[in-house]
């Protein structure tokens, strides 16, 4: 016996348990890196076609209809309007036309804070920072994802400069309402088609990211799937959920999505256990399966045959960890050919809000203990200090250094901004000399309209794998875009975005640098803390024979701690990209990935139907031992931990457990790699 349960030969204790000799290797920590690579190379996944024809049709209808019945200066207001068809890409039809509207009225109150602004640069510099710092408090406390807050402040920028003064601000934001409504309808047309298509999008993601889990079991890189795989289920559950309109959560094909986002769910929650239980791969069908399944989701006759897996069962006892597995993986596929699932049934009930109002998510984000708060500040204030540094260098087009230390704040920590900082450098410096020629050729508006939209069209294509490239075409749809709304000399407008570039890429990293660095280092300890302290709660619960837990309050346990999961790792990532990195967060990795292995093994034992007893007097001691382990965090000293309790039913638990307290001892002295 080796430790762990192999495909045909090991042969598990009675209970069907494997022991607890060996624990699961660690994934090698994030390392963030300023390299030729991460500048230059192409990050995995598709290309975003969708999103960049959609992105083209909305510029041009835009673009062209302001321009013919109003004027070319206000239609490049349009065209910028026009980009809220880059927003909420992911999203159900019927939560996208709400936020889209949102976002929107966004688009418009930016241009007239903007054509407001434009009775001095002054005033200028300081709107276009307010509008930056605003937009990223709003579309991070609201989860809007990307472009995030860049398009709001382009929008601002470009309004500034927009001729008509004051009294040509209805009208300004009366034809950015007409673009944001152009993109609008652009990015509801999908509902014409495939009105589920984003749910059914969100639950096969979900199956594959299940899949390459499955892959990495028995890999070094096991962690990092575990977290993707984590990532895919929760966002299928959020998107689900705002899909739960009155009239299609009563359906049988609503009835159907609930059912297999439970599935998933529940064999990721398996899966877990079968990983940190065993240091070989598994069966390559099983992953296969998998895929399968992610395929069935939107077309139930593709789902696999259960008997599939009967040859990775075969000589398994029928309680081991990967048999049950497999029977969870046989039992979604017969879930996925259905057609006629009883609305009241498995997974009817969600126990939730389709979305969190507004007010308290906005008021969530300013909290001290949130990264939006100083996120948003340094956003802000950087975007604000480059437009005014601008102004005093003589800048006569200064609107395009804030709008650059925008674009390359929006990596995040240190690394990330410098690397996005050489990026749109780069792409910019290509971009411009594309640009210039362009404008030097004698186009005729519907050429400009048609040249626009095909550059937008190509970034927003390119985009999900090169920021790099995507500036490229992005340089030259703003220069277009800026000439028609105020024409300036073409050589001076090419040489002096060059220089803008350079100097709001400086001033970037700079705000970087210098405004709330070490915001993410500082909260890590604390996140940890609490995401043990919500472990701790749900495991008491779970495991106490006098508390008989309801669906509703399974699924609110299952949620608070997924989210705190989720927020640890996300915050870790974001702390191993600050610079100067704080000495204590590269040597916490060991600490998270024992913090994240015990919150997965807590989902698992809250999802398990047949948990056996525990006494009263084990779950006190395992209570004290993840108090002390909280605490430690928290005065960031060396747990003092007393034996832990005996928990045969539970030994890959009690083994975390210790490893925790180990990585905890090894990071207060500040000795050992952070790989030990």
Known sequence: MNGQETDDSSSPPPEGRPPARIRAR????????????????????????????????????????????????LGSLAALGSMTALYERNTPYA??????????????????????????????ALAIGAVAGTATWACQSLRVEAPGPFYFVLVC???????????????????????????????????????RRPEERAVAAAFRHLGALLRAV????????????SLAVAAAWRIVLQAQTRGHRDSPRAARLRALLRWVSDIHLMATEVTLGRTTPLPGVVADFADDLARAVARPEASPAPERLDGARRGLRPRSLESRLYRLLARAARSARRLDHEVEGRGVQLYDR?????????????????????????????????????????????YWVPITAASVLQGGNVVLTANRSAQRAIGTAVGVVLGGLILALPLPLPAVVAVAALLQALAQTVLPRSFCYASIALTPMALLLAYTAAPYPVELLVRER??????????????????????SASR????????????????????????RLGPEQRYRLR???????????????????????????????????????????????????????????????????FDELSAALRERRAPRLGALPSMPDHPRLVMEVRALAAALRTAAAGRGSPQS
């Open 559 to 625: 949620r608070d701690l997924r989210a705190d999961l989720l927020r640890l790792r996300g915050v870790y990532d974001s702390a191993v990209g600050d610079v100067p990195r704080a000495e204590h967060t590269a040597p916490l990795w060991p600490v998270v990935i024992a913090a994240q292995r015990t919150g997965y093994l807590a989902l698992a034992t809250l999802a398990a139907e047949d948990v056996p007893p525990t006494t009263h007097i084990t779950l006190q001691r395992l209570g004290l031992a």
């Open 95 to 124: 939560h996208r036309a709400a936020s889209l509207a949102l976002i929107a009225a966004g688009f418009v109150a930016s241009v007239a804070v903007g054509s407001l602004s434009a009775v001095s640069p002054w005033s200028a």
């Open 26 to 73: 660690i994934a090698e920590r994030p390392r963030p890196r300023l390299d030729l690579r991460a500048v230059f190379g192409l990050a995995p996944g598709p290309w975003g076609w969708t999103r960049g024809l959609r992105a083209g049709i909305a510029m041009s209808l835009s673009f062209g209809l302001v321009a013919a019945l109003f004027s070319p200066s």
């Open 218 to 229: 028995g890999t070094p890189r096991v962690d990092h799937a575990q977290h993707d795989a």
């Open 498 to 519: 060059i220089v803008d570039t350079l100097v709001g890429s400086l001033v970037g990293v700079a705000g970087a640098l210098l405004l709330w660095r070490r915001a």
């Open 354 to 398: 389709r979305t969190p109002p507004l007010l308290d998510s906005l008021r969530s984000g300013w909290s001290s203990e949130s990264l939006v708060r100083p996120t948003a500040l340094r956003m802000g204030i950087t975007v604000a200090v480059a437009g005014l540094l601008a102004i005093l260098l003589g800048f006569e087009r200064f």
């Open 524 to 547: 890590l300890p604390q996140t940890i803390a609490t995401t043990l302290r919500t472990s701790r709660r749900v495991l008491l619960e779970a495991l106490d024979p006098d508390v």
């Open 157 to 195: 920028a470009i309004a500034t400069i927009v001729p008509g003064g004051i009294a040509a601000v209805p009208q300004h934001a009366g034809v950015a309402a007409i673009g944001a409504g152009v993109g609008w309808l652009v990015s509801m047309s999908g509902v014409l088609l495939r009105s």
